[in-house]
């Protein structure tokens, strides 16, 4: 069965900058919503992801895949914290990540923070992965229903994130069962805070190809005002060879040009931006050489990755060669 993949990220109709990025590759999916520190959420969202990109690979077991994504996480929440040292402007920087990481018939899932993945199976939407946010510990305590954490003041307070806040946060793995048809999404708040589920249900159903299905959930999310940042990752379990492609989008897609996007229409905000990611953007690793990257076990290496993305993002005179 071939994986099919799309992701799509607009700033909203309220915020100034959009701080999430989300990835969909061929193994890997990604989202990741950024927030605080002087330098913005952005950053924290763009470097998590762009370092997690040299994951997007086969892996020979779920759970050795499961260790490498956890290992990963913990490894670049322990470079942004030594990030801010350097840079004092990223002080209190964090985001969430809820990371989907392909392998075989099972999804490899790492998750912190309060984006979400959900599984649609036979025409069933299931959120899998639970948020870590203050409204979420009332809910499971029965002290809030759903409905009311969904307007609570206090709603977008994370108990848990990636960054400048905790030297070992506790981060969520799970092994689940892919099924022939299934459909995975990966979603910011902007999205599940806005747009109930059976809506995102009815725009999964009636949107059968990956790209047009992450657009309309983030349209929707548009057409109730948007107020926040919204990223949407689909991935699909189909029969059909997929069309081999990588894209970046949000925060993520930054550094590379946004000049090269078509011009919005008049009168009318487009409704996603994403951009189609260049290979050479992405470390590609050919099939048979999985856990064999030297990339992902020499931990130098890792840290001049992190390094060189941060100095293209400040646009400093890096002198790693990325
Ligand atoms: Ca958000």
Request: net charge negative; charged share 25%.
């Amino acid at each position: 069965m071939a994986t099919h993949s799309a992701a799509a990220s607009d700033i909203g109709l309220v915020r100034q900058s959009n701080q999430d990025s989300g990835f969909a590759g061929r193994f890997l999916m990604v989202v990741a919503d950024g927030m605080g520190g002087h330098a913005g959420g952005d950053v924290a969202s763009h470097v998590v992801i762009r370092q997690m990109l040299d994951l997007d690979r086969p892996f020979d077991s779920p759970e050795k895949a499961r260790k490498v994504l956890r290992d990963e996480l913990l490894k670049i929440n322990a470079l942004l914290i030594g990030a801010v040292v350097e840079r004092p402007e990223l002080a209190g920087l964090g985001t969430t990540v809820s990371a989907l990481l392909r392998v075989g018939d099972k999804a490899v899932i790492a998750h912190i923070g309060d984006s979400r993945v959900y599984r649609m199976r036979e025409g069933k939407l299931e959120q899998v992965t639970e948020d870590h946010t203050y409204v979420q510990r009332l809910v499971d305590s029965g002290r809030l229903t759903e409905e009311e954490a969904l307007v609570h003041p206090r709603r977008s307070v994370l108990l848990r994130v990636l960054g400048d806040v905790d030297a070992r946060p506790e981060i969520d793995t799970m092994i689940l069962p892919i099924a022939p048809g299934d459909r995975w999404m990966l979603c910011s708040d902007g999205l599940c805070g806005v747009v109930r589920p059976d809506e995102m249900r009815g725009a999964l159903l009636a949107n059968a190809d990956a790209n047009a299905a992450a657009e309309a959930l983030v349209s929707a999310s548009m057409q109730l005002g948007a107020p926040d940042n919204v990223t949407v990752v689909v991935m699909d379990d189909r029969e059909e060879p997929a069309v081999e492609s990588v894209r970046l989008v949000g925060a993520a897609a930054k550094p590379i040009s946004v000049s090269a996007t078509t011009p919005a229409p008049k009168g009318r905000r487009r409704p996603t931006r994403s951009l189609p990611v260049a290979t050479s953007e992405i470390p590609i690793v050919p099939a048979g050489e999985s856990e064999s990257n030297p990339d992902s076990r020499a931990d130098t290496s890792g840290r001049d990755r992190f390094g060189a993305i941060l100095n293209r993002w400040f646009g400093d005179k890096g002198n790693t060669p990325s």
